[in-house]
């Protein structure tokens, strides 16, 4: 069996998306998408010479593109204060009284749960937001 340029294109196109799937690296996807390029320019008739350079242009190009946009694009915040990731972040607790290393015993969601002051300043009792969640602990804040 005798198989063309693209033929070939298309195999390396879809071995390279296999292994973004395997490892997550979206920059394969974007080395894909220059194989796709090179498919593309031997389906037009061009030569092998074009089509190599066509596929890396447009490899290169992507990769680029798509290291610059993650660059300028803003971080998010770690999990433990994500809320996305997390939804107890912006919930409220009640803290009825702060011990001697600035925690104290709280009830949320059905349990006891051991929150740790975030802010600065001097533990008062009462209403407080949760900002972060690291194990079983609760970071608080003073609402406002």
């Not at 920059?27 to 080395?31: A, F, N, S, T, W």
């Not at 030569?47 to 350079?53: C, D, E, I, R």
């Not at 290291?67 to 971080?75: M, Q, T």
């Given at each position: 069996?005798?198989?063309?340029?693209?033929?070939?294109?298309?195999?390396?196109?879809?071995?390279l998306?296999a292994a973004?799937?395997?490892?997550g690296t979206f920059?394969?996807?974007?080395?894909a998408?220059g194989c796709?390029?090179?498919a593309?320019?031997?389906?037009?008739g061009a030569?092998?010479?074009?089509?190599?350079?066509v596929?890396?242009?447009?490899?290169?190009?992507?990769?680029a593109?798509w290291?610059?946009?993650?660059?300028?694009?803003?971080?998010s915040?770690?999990?433990?204060?994500n809320?996305?990731?997390?939804?107890?972040?912006?919930?409220?607790?009640?803290?009825?009284?702060w011990d001697?290393?600035?925690s104290?015993?709280v009830q949320?969601?059905g349990?006891t749960?051991?929150?740790?002051?975030?802010a600065?300043?001097?533990?008062?009792a009462?209403?407080h937001?949760?900002?972060?969640v690291?194990?079983?602990?609760?970071?608080?804040?003073p609402?406002?």
């Open positions: 069996m005798d198989w063309n340029a693209s033929t070939w294109w298309w195999l390396a196109a879809g071995t998306t973004e799937l395997l490892s920059y394969l996807l974007m080395l998408l796709v390029a090179g593309l320019a031997a389906h037009g030569g092998v010479v074009p089509q190599l350079v596929a890396a242009l447009a490899g290169a190009g992507c990769t593109a290291h610059v946009r993650r660059a300028r694009s803003p971080r915040a770690p999990v433990e204060r809320r996305d990731a997390n939804i107890d972040i912006g919930e409220t607790v009640f803290v009825p009284a001697a290393d600035r104290a015993r949320y969601r349990s749960w051991t929150a740790r002051l975030a600065d300043g001097e533990p008062a009462g209403r937001v949760i900002v972060a690291q194990g079983n602990h609760l970071d608080v804040e609402a406002r």
